[in-house]
């Protein structure tokens, strides 16, 4: 009664989009955080089969369980516990991002220890202050990885950044300071064979800044990275769509109180629609009054408090019956409110709509991979 339903097509539709905007360079499709909710081995299997170059995720856990389901392709893990010895890791063949000193001797170490030759991407700071190297600590991070190249530990693939897509200038800025560090990593011989630096945003943003990778997340799902546009306006197809089904319905009097503090009471004898999905499931409790769903094509306002289990909805004397579908949030070319409704009625942002999607919803994949 409570359904996911992840349109796989979808994504490989969208990573078609995705290469025609950023012509040669290749794509590394990011399933992190359980393929922002859309689960991360389906996901993986599909972008997989559509060809994509790369995989990414924020640990290398994410990382192990990709290829713990059989899938062959580059991956790269970049957020590491520092208790992280990186043995399973460099076993399983997984390519490591690597933000600073302590982390590269340690990979370098299980390299030994292994017998086998460490795939690393050097990440550099260029201004988000997220993890990566200073500027300051590039050149000691640039010295110690020649060293360990030349020792047979690791092979250095890629440098890499972060925009933080706060303003152009900003991002302008942090592309020259990539520039630099790409520049001083060949002054000290490091002998990469990728630049990537932008992720959805800056990849339709900033066509210069391609080099030759970008990790694309958010548009692989279908969504835009920025508020201010939508799907459609990047021939995005959005790849999740949220049902469920109204268990019970009610006719009640006027001044009916609904759901906990009253924040809605009927205005005259309507009928009351109950759907079973609530802030467990990831409604953002914070979306009462301002989030619409559809039922029957008709859209309505959740005008009442959302709980853990169950929000009402106040259908007036339209029919509504126990059974009949309910379209929480799905493609808005089909006439239902969109992701992007929803995260703005939750004063956030799509990317947290669908990855906090979960709880009781049963996901159903339309185009899955044998
Ligand atoms: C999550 C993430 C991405 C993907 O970002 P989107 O905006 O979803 O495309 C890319 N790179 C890094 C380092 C990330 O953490």
Redesign the pocket.
Known sequence: MRELIIDLDAIASNLKSVRARVGSAMVLG?V?ADAYGHGMIPVAKKLEAAGVDYL?V?DVHEAQQLRDAGIDLPILA?LHDPRENFIRAIDSGIELGIANLEQLERVAKAAEHLGRIARVHLKVDTGLGRNGSTEQEWPALLKAAHGFVAEGFIQAVAIFS?LSCTSEADDLLQIERFEAACESAREHEIDFELRHLT???GSIRYPQAHYEMV?????LYGLS?FTENHSEDFGLIPAMTATSVVVQTKRVPADHGVSYGYLHRTTGETTLALVPVGYAEGLPRNASTAAKVSINGKTYSILSRIAMDQFVLDVGDDVVSAGDLVTIFGDAAAGVPSVDDLAAAADTIN?EIVTRMGGRFKRTYLGEEA
């Not at 990790?215 to 548009?219: H, L, M």
């Open positions: 990011v992190k990414g924020a970049w972060h992720a959805s945003d990790r694309i997340g958010v548009a990275p990317y």
